[in-house]
C-alpha cells in the first residue's frame, strides 16, 4: 500500500536559518504529492504540490521537488520566520485514480518551530 | 467563495452517547472525504462519498461509524455509543472532479470531539 514518510519532530530552528523537512513515499503508479501546514487549532492548508516527477511546488517562499529517482518531496526554505512555526505534512494521491477517488495518504507530520 | 465548513467546531460527549459531525462542501464540489487526527499523529484517511454514494469507506471502524452525503444538505459523520478512544479531531475535505488537475483536498478546520 501507500505509504509517506516524514522527518520526526519537533524541529527548532532560529529565524532567518535555512530549514529542510524530509518525506519519502511508497506507491504504485505515478502519484501526486503534496506539503500541507496547520496552524495550531486550525485545519490544514495547502502548502504546494507536485503532479509529476521533476515538477517543483513553490508557495511564500517553500519549495519542494517532486523526485521520482529517490521517491522523495522534500520541504524546503531558504530563510524561517517565526510565523512558519506550525506543523507541516507531507501527502500523497495515488496518481492511478480518475475521478479523484480515494483519500489522501498522510504522514505523521512535522511540528516546527521557530525561535526568534 | 465560502470554504468548507464544518460544524460544530468542538463536541463533548459523554461515553455511550452519540456524536454527529457536519461538513458542508466548497461551492460546486461534489466529493467529500472524511479524516480522523489522533493526538500527536497523521491524518488517517476514513471515508470518500459522493452525493447518496459512499465511494470508499476503506478507512472506517467496522462498528459503530457511519457517513451519508445526501442530495440535498451537509454530509454527516456519524460515532454512535461514544467511547474515550473516539477522542479526537476530525477533519473534512472536499474536492471538484479533477483528477487531472492533480487531485487537490481543501481542509475545513474540523471538529474537536472529546468524550468524556
Known amino acids: 500500500g501507500n505509504s509517506v514518510t516524514q522527518m520526526e519532530g519537533p524541529v527548532t530552528l532560529s529565524e532567518e536559518a535555512f530549514l529542510t523537512i524530509n518525506c519519502t513515499y511508497t506507491?504504485?503508479?505515478?502519484?501526486?504529492l503534496f506539503w500541507y501546514v496547520q496552524y495550531p487549532g486550525e485545519g490544514l492548508q495547502l502548502l504546494l504540490k507536485?503532479?509529476?516527477?521533476?515538477d517543483k511546488g513553490s508557495n511564500k517562499g517553500f519549495e519542494a521537488t517532486y523526485r521520482k529517482e529517490t521517491t522523495s518531496f522534500h520541504l524546503e526554505k531558504g530563510s524561517v520566520q517565526v510565523s512558519d512555526s506550525a506543523v507541516y505534512f507531507c501527502?500523497?494521491?495515488?496518481?492511478?485514480?480518475?475521478?479523484?477517488?480515494?483519500?489522501?495518504?498522510f504522514g505523521k507530520g512535522t511540528h516546527l518551530i521557530i525561535q526568534p | 467563495n465560502a470554504g468548507v465548513m464544518q460544524n460544530p467546531r468542538h463536541l463533548v460527549r459523554r461515553r455511550g452517547q452519540e456524536a454527529r459531525l457536519r461538513c458542508s462542501p466548497m461551492?460546486?464540489?461534489?466529493?467529500v472525504y472524511w479524516y480522523r487526527q489522533l493526538p500527536e499523529e497523521g491524518l488517517k484517511f476514513m471515508v470518500y462519498?459522493?452525493?447518496?454514494?459512499?465511494?470508499?469507506e476503506s478507512g472506517m471502524p467496522k462498528e459503530r461509524f457511519s457517513a451519508e452525503f445526501p442530495k440535498e444538505g451537509p454530509s454527516i459523520l456519524r460515532i454512535q455509543q461514544v467511547v474515550r478512544g473516539d477522542s479526537a479531531a476530525y477533519f473534512c475535505?472536499?474536492?471538484?472532479?479533477?483528477?487531472?488537475?492533480?487531485?487537490?483536498?481543501?481542509f475545513g478546520p474540523g471538529t474537536r470531539l472529546t468524550v468524556t
Open positions: 475535505a472536499s474536492s471538484p472532479v479533477s483528477w487531472l488537475a492533480g487531485y487537490e483536498q481543501y
Open positions: 506507491a504504485t503508479g505515478y502519484p501526486s
Open positions: 507536485a503532479t509529476k516527477a521533476d
Open positions: 501527502a500523497l494521491s495515488p496518481g492511478d485514480s480518475g475521478g479523484g477517488a480515494d483519500g489522501l495518504t
Open positions: 461551492k460546486g464540489h461534489s466529493h
Open positions: 462519498l459522493q452525493k447518496e454514494n459512499i465511494i470508499d
